[in-house]
């Protein structure tokens, strides 16, 4: 497994990382055995940065991953977060001080490597998203900064979802060490310039300009939720109703979509859709880390032997770009 750095830690991560969350659901939904299984698997595999939230499962996800890493003795870099909820923000830095101390205890670790805000950032605050503000950005880092302090997190980091304005205000401000967002052939505005009739949220290549920054990106989304594998019928343990962010405006629609590029799996450049989507996303250099979420440990097989295929050809992107386009 090829590693990349990320950002300015000092960190070198896996190109291919797990993702615990909600959509695949292996470390939520799955039968213990299994999840333990496919993590131990993927340490073999040498992925070794692992994604989680205490919005995935209630924190069941955190409780599952911190128990196989403590079993496996596994030391991998491990990522959480914090959601600010709408009545807490009057006071952020309480509120994420309470929500690292939950999520280290469900984690059942002292400290882990990387805390990012899981609210989306918009112009304004919205209460329907929980999203906070360029400007509520100052006292989230403070918490961070104090959370380093104490010995809890070596670094952190936002989510790069809302408003692709006060994204880039983010990333220009600075003050944290990553962004998680959104990279797939749907929507790959993030890291590729796009024509002005773009149907989707244009990030403006929000990856390259955090890049530059020395910011470490973390790729998510990069199977468009599994609708990338163009095709609407979901694992039985994966989440069954996905909404796409900043693709089209259903699942079904993203499904159909992604068909369009039937053609790499008949020329032979790809065994099936879903490789297509992981070579795609690490064939962007700027992203330190393209998260998978998974429902199987057959998946996560699979996602490995994809990314071990490398970054797509230059000619199947530029006709991946004309298709989409
Ligand atoms: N910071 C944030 O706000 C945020 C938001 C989203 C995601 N994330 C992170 O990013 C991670 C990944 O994102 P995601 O789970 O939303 O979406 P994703 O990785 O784009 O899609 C996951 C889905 O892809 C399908 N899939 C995976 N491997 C496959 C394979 N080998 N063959 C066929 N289908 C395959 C599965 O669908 P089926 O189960 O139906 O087969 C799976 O449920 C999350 O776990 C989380 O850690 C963070």
Not at 25 to 39: D, I, N, S
């Amino acid at each position: 497994m090829n590693r990349r750095p990320l950002g300015r830690t000092g960190l070198q991560v896996s190109e291919l990382g797990f993702g615990c969350g909600m959509v695949g659901g292996l470390l939520v939904r799955g039968e213990y055995p299994e999840m333990r299984r496919a993590v131990a698997r993927a340490v073999e595999l040498e992925i070794d940065y692992f994604d989680t939230a205490p919005l995935y499962g209630d924190g069941q996800s955190e409780v599952n991953l911190g128990a196989i890493l403590r079993e496996l003795r596994a030391g991998v870099t491990v990522g959480t977060k914090v959601r600010i909820a709408v009545e807490d923000m009057a006071h952020i830095e309480t509120a994420i001080a309470a929500s690292v101390e939950a999520s280290l205890r469900r984690l059942g670790r002292d400290a882990v490597d990387l805390f990012q805000l899981h609210n989306p950032l918009a112009t304004q605050r919205r209460a329907e998203s929980a999203a906070l503000t360029s400007e509520d950005l100052p006292a989230v880092i403070r918490a961070f900064e104090r959370l380093h302090r104490q010995g809890k997190t070596r670094f952190w980091g936002i989510t790069g979802l809302g408003d692709t304005e006060a994204l880039h205000r983010a990333v220009d401000l600075g003050g944290f060490h990553t962004i998680q967002t959104v990279y797939n052939m749907l929507n790959p505005s993030g890291g590729r310039r796009v024509p002005a009739d773009f149907p989707y949220q244009d990030y403006r290549q929000l990856i390259d300009r955090a890049f530059a920054g020395g910011i470490g990106v973390i790729a998510i989304r990069v199977l468009a939720g599994g609708a990338l594998s163009g095709t609407t019928a979901r694992h039985p343990i994966a989440m069954q109703r996905v909404a796409p962010l900043a693709t089209g405006h259903d699942y079904t629609a993203d499904a159909v979509r992604a068909r369009l590029v039937d053609f790499l799996v008949a020329d032979g450049t790809v065994a099936g859709l879903p490789e297509a989507a992981l070579r795609f996303a690490i064939g962007k250099p700027e992203i330190a880390t393209a998260l998978v979420g998974t429902s199987s440990l057959e998946q996560l097989e699979q996602a490995v032997a994809a990314v071990r295929r490398g970054a797509l050809p230059p000619e199947a992107l530029e006709r991946i770009g004309t298709v989409l386009r």
